[in-house]
């Protein structure tokens, strides 16, 4: 795998240049491909994993029957299979391989990362592969496998806690969340000096700041919640628990509840 340095290092010679170079019209597909990639990061992969995190996941904070009915919102929205598809799996897969052909290549076009070297050049990469490994087995496991969350939003706090119990898959947990965040916080930075929206050096380095302040509240909300998980009592959702009611059956019932409490109260005099 090329490193940074050595496909740089003559442009780096050359040229001088510091910074994070903009992306430059004129390089037929490989320009569109990278900007395509660039913005990707932002919208829609950055922005489902703000919401997956800071909204969706943070209701877990307040407990099981907030957590149900979030899961249960996103699964009653319209159009979900295309939504997921188009949404999310299509723009991450379009991302990862992407980014895997960009970190193989090694032509970042950071032609030398600022302030601290090509380590942040480094990590980004790393932290997108192993956030990749962990996307991959977290849809499969809560997706596609056991359980169906949006059949059963009841049984999700339950479901997430069976594997949050188990303590190697809880650091799996941690170090994914930890990636991810990383990798979008500093990528909000790089997308910002690529295309121009914060130049000059003092900017740059005050918005740094700003992106690293964003990863530890990204981070730490995902904490948060994984701590409500690993400390509240195990929900079950075995067979023929509440959790296993179907959202149909949570519908009625409540539908059912309703209309109990709104009957007019009967007139004692009218018998
Ligand atoms: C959690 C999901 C992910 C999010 C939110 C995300 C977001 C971002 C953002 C915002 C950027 C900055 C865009 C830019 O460079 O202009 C970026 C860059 C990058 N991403 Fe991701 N990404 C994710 C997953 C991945 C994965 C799985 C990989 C696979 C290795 C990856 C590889 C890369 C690479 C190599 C760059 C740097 C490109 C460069 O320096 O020119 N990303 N990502």
């Given amino acids: ?27 037929g ?25 800071l909204v969706s996941n943070a209701t877990a904070i307040s407990g099981p029957d907030a957590y149900a009915r979030q899961v249960s919102f996103l699964a009653n929205l319209p ?14 897969a379009f991302h990862a391989l992407y980014g895997f052909y960009i970190w193989y290549r090694g032509d970042g076009n950071a032609v030398e990362y600022p302030w601290t070297g090509n ?20 849809t499969w496991t809560m997706r596609f496998t056991g359980v169906d969350l949006h ?12 594997e949050v119990f188990q303590t190697p898959l809880f650091l799996f947990y941690v170090v994914g969340l930890i990636a991810a965040s990383w990798h979008f916080a500093y990528g909000i930075w790089l997308f910002s000096a690529k295309w121009g929206i914060v130049s000059g050096d003092k900017a740059q380095r005050r918005f740094l700041a700003l992106c690293g302040a964003f990863f530890f509240v990204l981070s730490g909300a995902g904490l948060a919640s994984l701590a409500s998980f690993r400390s509240r009592p195990h929900q079950l959702y075995e067979p023929g628990t509440t959790a296993m009611q179907s959202a149909q059956a949570t519908k009625n019932q409540a539908a059912n509840d309703h209309a109990a409490k709104n009957q007019p109260v009967k007139n004692m005099e009218g018998r």
């Fill in 1 to 27: 795998m090329a490193s940074a340095a050595s496909s740089t290092a003559p442009s780096v010679a050359r040229d001088k240049v510091h910074g994070v170079a903009p992306l430059r019209a004129g390089r």
């Fill in 79 to 92: 159009l979900v299979p295309l939504l997921e598809f188009f949404g999310i799996w299509l723009p991450i």
């Fill in 151 to 162: 059949a059963y939003p009841n049984a999700s706090f339950g479901k997430v806690q069976a």
């Fill in 119 to 138: 380590w942040m050049y480094t990590a980004q990469r790393w932290t997108g592969g192993i956030a990749f490994a962990y996307i991959l087995w977290h």
């Fill in 29 to 53: 597909t490989s320009f569109a491909l990278r900007r395509l990639h660039s913005l990707s990061g932002i919208v829609p992969v950055g922005a489902f994993l703000f919401e997956h995190i």
